[in-house]
């Protein structure tokens, strides 16, 4: 009987071992290395943008063309839980970190702008005086002040500068950014031409490539005078969305003409309609023909921002009509580009690695929480804060004015004037957290000693907070505002905390070797990198942290 029961469990496993290999073949599916990488960050494009509107976009497939959004959600890894691992949730940091792998702690962008205390000002993300701007009249940029690399520049080393890299977006530090130290070309809006410029880091040759410069010959914001953005959809579509206060029923849902009070209004306003978000996806697909993108055996990469949805969103509201008009037109607009990749990537798109994702969330107006839905609520004054702290500090050491600078969520003193009256900076620290906090809206404050020792409180998301801590560019003092509350005296709305409505963003990738489905681990924009360096076989960024997306690849 033993002798028997011993030969049946052995068959049992040999039959189970000659399935094991069969079940896996059945699962596998070719892990080539992409022709063409395409990443594009939506900026403030929250994650519930995806479900909220999803009945109004393009449906995944018709009449043999794609979809937008929805094509991508059925083929693609959806993470319905990736946030921003970082703090400030800003354009700056968050595109760092998209294709670096990489936080504020180890890239170097602690900010859109921070207080450089050796020059004694502010700094903004991608200033570089050392060169020039080419083709318009903006500040000189490059990505000296990125301290790591980006899956562009690694692809770049590993196949000996014969890949190419292309990024495009109206914001010069989301483009630069994206693509990091050894990109083709990269190009931005310049408000005040209108043209689409590039810095002398990227052109030595000081001329923009010629593709760039015929599209700028073309004049196309001035031929958008006189023209309006209006709703896309009939008015019954937009009934879950709050329309802004003075609204009257039976007008318009919205009507936004073009400022033409001066050419510089027009181009600057162009950034903040439809008509931007039309002109920015034609560039894009100009690129993609006149760079001959994705079209030989070493792979591309493509990096997109769209700045139009920030802008708007910045204006409107979440909640708001504009901002669903806006999701809804680049859903049609994604669509299209994806077509024109599909035709004409060899092989089409599944050839191509996509990547779709965010670079920061949003708040709410926070009028519209207060008074409309009841939720507590302020904006809270950089000027309160200021006084809190200087009045702490005087009472203590004497009169005088101790902070030198409030960058986003970075708060500096005056070291010097410290030293001056023999005070400890860790002490300083401590006291000006402390008189923060006193400041309504304010609901944490730590100080930079506290940050350097490790010895903040066990809340998980204050690992945002050691994520974003550099030493020699943070401030002595990171604020953060209470949920729903926000650090603007002004109108709109913003981002910049730890808060879901501001980290939780979307993430979905495509691309060979990937299994679609709804993957619900909590992920951050950092495993994006490792993720396509594993794509594309080369290593990972300098810098990275993130993890690969594992579970959404197939063996």
Request: proline share 6%; glycine share 8%.
């Given at each position: 009987?033993?002798?028997m029961?011993t030969?049946r469990?052995?068959?049992?496993?040999l039959?189970?071992?000659?399935?094991?290999?069969?079940?896996?073949?059945?699962?596998?599916?070719p892990k080539?290395?992409p022709k063409?990488?395409?990443?594009?960050?939506?900026?403030q494009f929250?994650?519930d943008?995806l479900?909220?509107f999803?009945?109004f976009?393009?449906?995944?497939?018709?009449?043999?063309k794609?979809?937008?959004f929805?094509?991508?959600?059925?083929?693609?890894a959806n993470?319905?839980d990736a946030h921003?691992?970082h703090?400030?949730?800003a354009?700056g940091p968050?595109?760092?970190s998209?294709?670096t792998?990489s936080t504020?702690?180890?890239n170097g962008?602690?900010g859109?702008d921070w207080?450089?205390r050796?020059q004694?000002?502010?700094?903004y993300?991608?200033d570089d005086p050392s060169?020039?701007?080419?083709g318009?009249?903006?500040?000189?940029?490059?990505?000296?002040?990125l301290k790591?690399?980006?899956?562009s520049?690694?692809?770049?080393m590993a196949?000996?500068g014969?890949?190419?890299?292309?990024s495009?977006s109206f914001k010069d530090?989301?483009?630069?950014?994206?693509a990091?130290?050894?990109?083709d070309t990269?190009?931005w809006?310049?408000?005040g031409?209108g043209?689409?410029?590039?810095?002398s880091?990227y052109?030595?040759?000081k001329k923009?490539?010629d593709?760039v410069?015929?599209?700028?010959?073309k004049?196309?914001?001035?031929?958008l005078?006189g023209?309006?953005w209006?709703p896309?959809?009939?008015d019954?579509?937009?009934?879950s969305?709050r329309?802004?206060?003075?609204?009257?029923?039976g007008q318009?849902?919205f009507?936004?003409k073009?400022d033409?009070?001066?050419?510089?209004?027009?181009y600057?306003?162009?950034?903040?309609?439809s008509?931007?978000?039309e002109?920015?996806?034609?560039?894009?697909?100009?690129?993609?023909?006149?760079?001959?993108?994705?079209?030989d055996?070493v792979p591309?990469?493509l990096?997109?921002n769209?700045a139009?949805?920030?802008?708007?969103?910045?204006?409107y509201?979440?909640?708001?009509?504009e901002?669903?008009?806006?999701?809804?037109?680049?859903d049609?607009?994604l669509?299209?580009?994806l077509?024109t990749?599909d035709?004409?990537v060899?092989?089409g798109?599944?050839n191509?690695?996509?990547?779709?994702t965010?670079d920061h969330g949003?708040l709410?107006i926070v009028?519209?929480e207060t008074e409309?839905y009841r939720?507590p609520?302020?904006?809270v004054?950089?000027?309160?804060?200021?006084?809190?702290?200087n009045?702490?500090?005087s009472?203590a050491h004497?009169d005088?004015?101790?902070?030198?600078?409030?960058?986003?969520?970075n708060?500096y003193l005056?070291?010097?004037?410290l030293?001056?009256?023999?005070?400890l900076l860790?002490a300083a620290?401590?006291?000006?957290a402390?008189?923060?906090?006193?400041?309504?809206?304010?609901q944490?404050?730590f100080s930079?000693?506290q940050?350097a020792?490790?010895e903040l409180p066990?809340?998980?998301w204050?690992n945002a907070?050691?994520?974003s801590?550099?030493p020699?560019l943070?401030?002595d003092?990171?604020?953060?505002?209470?949920p729903g509350?926000?650090a603007?005296?002004?109108?709109?709305t913003?981002?910049?905390s730890?808060?879901?409505y501001d980290s939780?963003?979307p993430?979905?990738?495509k691309?060979?070797g990937?299994?679609?489905?709804i993957?619900?681990?909590?992920v951050?924009t950092?495993d994006?990198?490792?993720?396509?360096?594993?794509?594309?076989?080369?290593?990972q960024p300098s810098?990275?942290?993130?993890e690969?997306?594992r579970?959404a690849l197939?063996k």
């Amino acid at each position: 009987m033993e002798t028997m029961l011993t030969s049946r469990i052995a068959f049992l496993a040999l039959a189970c071992a000659a399935v094991v290999p069969q079940a896996a073949a059945s699962t596998a599916k070719p892990k080539g290395v992409p022709k063409l990488v395409l990443t594009i960050s939506i900026d403030q494009f929250r994650a519930d943008y995806l479900n909220r509107f999803r009945s109004f976009y393009l449906p995944a497939r018709q009449n043999g063309k794609l979809g937008g959004f929805n094509y991508l959600l059925e083929n693609s890894a959806n993470y319905t839980d990736a946030h921003i691992s970082h703090v400030p949730t800003a354009t700056g940091p968050g595109h760092a970190s998209i294709m670096t792998g990489s936080t504020p702690a180890t890239n170097g962008i602690v900010g859109n702008d921070w207080y450089d205390r050796k020059q004694g000002k502010a700094v903004y993300c991608v200033d570089d005086p050392s060169v020039e701007t080419i083709g318009g009249t903006s500040k000189p940029m490059s990505p000296r002040n990125l301290k790591v690399t980006t899956i562009s520049d690694e692809l770049e080393m590993a196949t000996n500068g014969r890949s190419k890299t292309v990024s495009i977006s109206f914001k010069d530090r989301a483009s630069i950014l994206l693509a990091g130290h050894s990109a083709d070309t990269v190009i931005w809006y310049d408000n005040g031409t209108g043209n689409w410029v590039t810095s002398s880091f990227y052109a030595p040759s000081k001329k923009l490539p010629d593709w760039v410069a015929k599209i700028n010959d073309k004049k196309v914001p001035d031929s958008l005078n006189g023209q309006s953005w209006t709703p896309l959809l009939a008015d019954d579509a937009y009934k879950s969305t709050r329309p802004m206060p003075g609204a009257k029923a039976g007008q318009p849902i919205f009507t936004h003409k073009l400022d033409s009070s001066s050419k510089k209004a027009l181009y600057k306003s162009l950034t903040v309609a439809s008509q931007g978000q039309e002109f920015m996806f034609s560039v894009v697909k100009e690129a993609l023909k006149a760079e001959q993108l994705g079209q030989d055996e070493v792979p591309d990469v493509l990096t997109v921002n769209l700045a139009t949805n920030d802008y708007i969103g910045h204006v409107y509201g979440p909640n708001s009509p504009e901002v669903m008009d806006i999701s809804v037109r680049t859903d049609r607009l994604l669509s299209d580009l994806l077509n024109t990749v599909d035709k004409s990537v060899p092989g089409g798109i599944d050839n191509v690695a996509i990547v779709i994702t965010a670079d920061h969330g949003v708040l709410p107006i926070v009028e519209e929480e207060t008074e409309t839905y009841r939720i507590p609520a302020v904006r809270v004054s950089s000027d309160a804060i200021k006084k809190a702290i200087n009045a702490s500090l005087s009472k203590a050491h004497g009169d005088d004015n101790y902070v030198l600078a409030i960058e986003e969520e970075n708060l500096y003193l005056d070291r010097a004037l410290l030293a001056q009256k023999n005070v400890l900076l860790v002490a300083a620290q401590k006291e000006a957290a402390d008189a923060a906090m006193e400041v309504e809206g304010i609901q944490s404050a730590f100080s930079a000693s506290q940050i350097a020792r490790g010895e903040l409180p066990r809340w998980d998301w204050l690992n945002a907070v050691s994520r974003s801590y550099f030493p020699t560019l943070s401030g002595d003092v990171f604020l953060f505002t209470a949920p729903g509350s926000i650090a603007d005296e002004g109108t709109g709305t913003g981002h910049g905390s730890p808060w879901a409505y501001d980290s939780h963003i979307p993430l979905l990738v495509k691309g060979p070797g990937v299994r679609p489905g709804i993957y619900s681990r909590r992920v951050g924009t950092v495993d994006i990198a490792p993720t396509l360096a594993q794509f594309l076989r080369i290593e990972q960024p300098s810098g990275c942290m993130g993890e690969v997306l594992r579970e959404a690849l197939y063996k």
